[in-house]
């Protein structure tokens, strides 16, 4: 879901410009009849609002700040946009799910026409319900189960390469990540396309958070013109599909046997826009979510030999690697790993917030929400609330031994829009974790510490990491075989 913090750099250069260019953006001066008043806060400079203090330290420092001085919903003026912060589990949950029909998906357009306007993420309604249980169905568990040998089969050549070698880590989780978005979309897919699909799809991303002109030889230019090439390829492998056999239960063939009401297909528009969605919700969110988990795992070396017992163990019981992992495995013999990832999503909360629109003025808690500001939860805050987390800024997985209270663990959202990859995500996560601790050790040789954006959340640089096979482990294995 790069889009979401691709939506503040692009907002953020957007003001900017208005400033240097003299535009007067004029406040539209609105006069509320009600007598609510609107929550406590600051709105900073004309046009710039507190644009500035956000993006002059942490953005998750200017909020927790925010949140310590005026509480729990609090106003300022963001990236050009009036902005009401919620960071109480209950106000997200107001805004993501019981009052979700007041709050409409807010995107600034040229990142809807990147990704495709026809894609889930962009409505509301019929349209949104139809799109979000083709998704949903062909992310389900009883779908993504099937592909577990697949997805070992994308993991296990790409950790092989990554021996004895510097790598950054990020990047190579991208890789992993693109190739399991593309399995869970087409099921098998002819290399040629593959490689036409992830040429092309790499230059959209890379000109995706650049500012929208129209120079040529711009990041953004390229990506406007390579999305079209992605159109292209799309629209060649929807009409191959629709004549021959498809995979029905993976996303390409549900999307392609929908009908509504009436009868009528969704067009190869509608298609490759969802299509491109899903790869762009699904590869850098899980990259960045692994290249934490390696982070947090060498910086607690005992935990990391923990988890390495949890997976020899079941290495052990699938006769030394000769078997492939299971589907059960992954749900029950992994528990020690799954509060790994948890407390990792908790931990790096790679998506900070979220955005929404108030479609009417509404009232929350006495105070005014009013029509047109932009809301954002603010999943971070809460995940960081020490009511809810205790000692929150210390990575401990024992914390998920028990449940998090209602709506105060938010890694995939809640309500219509709440992720429909989360098991896809955690299963990718735990195979290919699998097969690192269990054959594999790794030294960090870049930054140990930092954050850089991209635009989310990871360790800097990427996480510059030398891997090698470890001999300990291969004798461990060797002496059992
Ligand atoms: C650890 C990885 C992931 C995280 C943390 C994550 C997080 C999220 C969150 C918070 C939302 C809701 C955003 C909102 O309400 O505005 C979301 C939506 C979405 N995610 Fe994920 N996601 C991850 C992986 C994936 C994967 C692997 C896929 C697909 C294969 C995926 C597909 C989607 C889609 C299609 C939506 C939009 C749903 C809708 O609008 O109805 N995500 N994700």
Same mark, same amino acid.
């Not at 609510?36 to 420092?61: A, C, R, V």
């Not at 020690?336 to 909360?349: D, G, P, Q």
């Not at 955005?355 to 929400?369: N, P």
């Given at each position: 879901m790069s889009f979401v913090m691709g939506w503040s750099l692009y907002c953020f250069a957007a003001a900017l410009s208005a400033l240097l260019f003299g535009f007067l953006v004029k406040n539209r001066g609105r006069?509320?009849?009600?007598?609510?008043?609107?929550?406590?806060?600051?709105?900073?400079?004309?046009? +710039?609002?507190?644009?500035?203090?956000?993006?002059?330290?942490?953005?998750?420092?200017?909020?927790?700040?925010?949140?310590?001085?005026?509480?729990?919903?609090?106003?300022?003026?963001?990236?050009?946009?009036?902005?009401?912060?919620?960071?109480?589990?209950?106000?997200?949950?107001?805004?993501l799910m019981n009052q979700a029909h007041l709050f409409k998906p807010t995107y600034p357009k040229s990142k809807e026409l990147m990704i495709g306007p026809?894609?889930?993420?962009?409505?509301?309604?019929?349209?949104?319900?139809?799109?979000?249980?083709?998704?949903?169905?062909?992310?389900?568990?009883?779908?993504?189960?099937? @592909?577990?040998?697949?997805? $070992?089969?994308?993991? +296990?050549?790409?950790?092989?390469?990554?021996?004895?070698?510097?790598?950054?880590?990020?990047? $190579?989780? &991208?890789?992993?990540?693109?190739?399991?978005?593309?399995?869970?979309?087409?099921?098998?897919?002819?290399?040629?396309?593959?490689?036409?699909? &992830?040429?092309?799809?790499?230059?959209?991303?890379?000109?995706?958070?650049?500012?929208?002109?129209? @120079?040529?030889?711009?990041?953004?230019?390229?990506?406007?013109?390579?999305?079209?090439?992605?159109?292209? @390829?799309?629209?060649?492998?929807?009409?191959?599909?629709?004549? &021959?056999?498809?995979?029905?239960?993976k996303l390409l063939g549900s999307l392609l046997l929908s009908r509504d009401g009436n009868g009528e297909p969704l067009s190869d528009e509608q298609i490759s826009d969802n299509i491109i969605g899903v790869l762009f919700a699904a590869q850098d969110t899980t990259a960045s979510v692994l290249t934490w988990v390696l982070k947090y795992l060498v910086d607690n070396p005992k935990l990391l030999e923990a988890v390495r017992a949890e997976h020899v163990a079941i290495q052990e019981a699938n006769e030394n690697a000769r078997n492939s992992v299971t589907w059960a495995q992954t749900r029950n013999a992994m528990p020690?790993?799954?509060?790994?990832?948890?407390?990792?999503?908790?931990?790096?909360?790679?998506?900070?917030?979220?955005?929404?629109?108030?479609?009417?003025?509404?009232?929350?808690?006495?105070?005014?929400?009013?029509?047109?500001?932009?809301?954002?939860?603010?999943?971070?805050?809460?995940?960081?609330?020490?009511?809810?987390?205790?000692?929150?800024?210390?990575?401990?997985?024992?914390?998920?031994?028990?449940?998090? &209270?209602l709506n105060t663990f938010l890694p995939f959202g809640t309500g219509a829009h709440a992720c429909p990859g989360n098991e896809l995500a955690k299963l990718e996560m735990l195979i290919l974790l699998h097969h690192l601790v269990t054959n594999f050790g790794w030294e960090v040789v870049g930054p140990r510490h930092g954050i850089q954006y991209c635009p989310f959340p990871i360790p800097k640089d990427g996480l510059l990491a030398r891997f090698h096979k470890d001999p300990a482990i291969q004798d461990h294995k060797n002496s059992n075989q």
């Open positions: 006069t509320f009849k009600s007598t609510t008043k609107l929550p406590p806060g600051t709105m900073g400079w004309p046009f +710039l609002g507190e644009t500035l203090q956000l993006y002059s330290h942490d953005p998750n420092i200017f909020f927790a700040a925010k949140q310590k001085r005026y509480g729990e919903i609090f106003k300022t003026h963001l990236l050009g946009c009036p902005c009401i912060m919620l960071a109480s589990p209950e106000a997200a949950r107001f805004v026809n894609a889930i993420f962009f409505h509301q309604g019929d349209y949104h319900a139809r799109l979000r249980k083709l998704v949903q169905g062909a992310l389900s568990p009883e779908v993504i189960r099937s @592909i577990v040998p697949d997805i $070992e089969a994308i993991a +296990l050549p790409l950790l092989d390469s990554w021996d004895g070698r510097v790598i950054n880590t990020f990047l $190579e989780m &991208k890789k992993y990540t693109f190739d399991v978005g593309i399995l869970s979309i087409f099921g098998s897919l002819d290399l040629h396309y593959k490689e036409e699909l &992830k040429k092309n799809y790499c230059v959209v991303d890379q000109g995706y958070n650049s500012f929208p002109n129209k @120079i040529p030889g711009t990041l953004y230019r390229n990506a406007v013109q390579a999305r079209k090439e992605l159109s292209k @390829i799309l629209g060649t492998i929807i009409s191959e599909r629709r004549e &021959k056999a498809m995979e029905k239960k020690l790993t799954s509060k790994v990832i948890s407390e990792t999503l908790r931990m790096a909360s790679i998506l900070s917030f979220t955005f929404r629109e108030a479609i009417a003025d509404v009232e929350y808690k006495g105070y005014l929400i009013p029509k047109g500001w932009k809301v954002m939860p603010l999943f971070r805050n809460i995940h960081h609330n020490p009511d809810f987390f205790p000692d929150p800024h210390r990575f401990d997985p024992s914390r998920f031994q028990v449940p998090p &209270k």
